[in-house]
């Protein structure tokens, strides 16, 4: 099982961009399962969100202290709280910062704050990092995580918000792929 914790801040859509990722797995074959961690839920709070990943029906539920990869989606949230905490040996962190912050783990790097209020208009990053996370990884296909994030968006975001959105993911993606 691949476990994948997503540290950001409140209102930044961290838990938005689990169900995305899960959500997507099944346009894959896999299973996923999504949740958000416990936290007072107050905007520009640090939260976390997790992310499950499986061949096999995921019956584990909750927070993971022991992720594979960490997505952080804010850059000063590494500030605020160990985003390194918990990150396995062999762990990777895909962060949104134009520069190395020095982290011990192996670390992907993009300015998703530019590539977000570029495509986006505004410094919401979380669709940004979702594509750099799949382009880092190899999880899931760029098609799969389109179509997760089409069945996600589109209950409570209209059509325009939801194209924005695909086209923020694809940004990140090609970022990290060239």
Do not use: W
């Not at 960490?70 to 962060?95: C, F, H, Q, T, W």
């Amino acid at each position: 099982m691949i476990r994948i914790r997503v540290n950001g801040r409140g209102g930044q859509g961290a838990v938005t961009l689990a169900h995305i990722l899960c959500a997507s797995a099944t346009y894959d074959g896999r299973f996923g399962q999504s949740c958000q961690g416990i936290a007072i839920e107050r905007r520009g709070a640090p939260i976390e969100a997790y992310g499950r990943i499986d061949d096999r029906p995921i019956a584990e539920r909750g927070m993971i202290p022991e992720p594979d990869y960490v997505i952080v989606i804010d850059p000063m949230v590494y500030r605020a709280v160990n985003v390194e905490a918990g990150l396995k040996d062999s762990g990777e962190l895909i962060v949104n910062s134009p520069k190395d912050l020095g982290f011990k783990h192996k670390s992907t790097y993009l300015d998703a704050t530019s590539i977000a209020l570029k495509v986006v208009k505004r410094p919401i990053t979380n669709t940004v990092m979702l594509g750099a996370f799949i382009a880092a990884t190899d999880l899931l296909s760029i098609d799969s995580v389109e179509k997760g994030a089409r069945f996600i968006l589109s209950r409570k975001s209209p059509q325009k918000t939801v194209d924005i959105n695909i086209k923020a993911i694809r940004a990140g993606y090609e970022e990290l792929k060239h």
